[in-house]
């Protein structure tokens, strides 16, 4: 019976080492760390095209919507559409922070063509 119970409390102890490791470890997790701490964050599973991407800077949170399509040689993703969740969180945005996020995506999907939804499309077309 003395077994029993050390060999249950030693998998326990492990059980609660390894939820600890992939917590810490987990990317949904560090990207609500970044939203509340400004910082930029890129959380996406590019292995997955159905997922959306999410992309926290400057206190805003982004989400990217892909969509695949065909290229000269592949199957690839073609486009993105891009939004922000919180319209209120803008204030204070320069299109070199868009030009930003642009190429951090470009570099993820470098076949890809990003359109953004308003307010931030009127932003970039304005000159």
Do not use: C, H
């Amino acid at each position: 019976m003395g077994l029993l119970i050390r060999f249950v409390i030693i998998a326990f102890i492990v059980y609660l080492f390894y939820r600890g490791i992939r917590y810490l470890l987990d990317p949904k997790r560090k990207l609500d760390e970044a939203y509340e701490k400004e910082q930029y964050y890129f959380y996406d599973d590019v292995k997955n095209v159905r997922k959306n991407f999410f992309i926290t800077y400057k206190g805003a949170l982004f989400e990217g919507e892909k969509y695949l399509g065909t290229t000269e040689d592949s199957f690839d993703v073609v486009s993105i559409f891009v939004w922000v969740k919180d319209e209120t969180k803008l204030q204070g945005f320069t299109k070199d922070d868009f030009y930003f996020l642009s190429s951090e995506i470009t570099s993820n999907y470098p076949k890809a063509e990003i359109s953004w939804k308003n307010p931030i499309e009127e932003l970039m077309k304005a000159r």
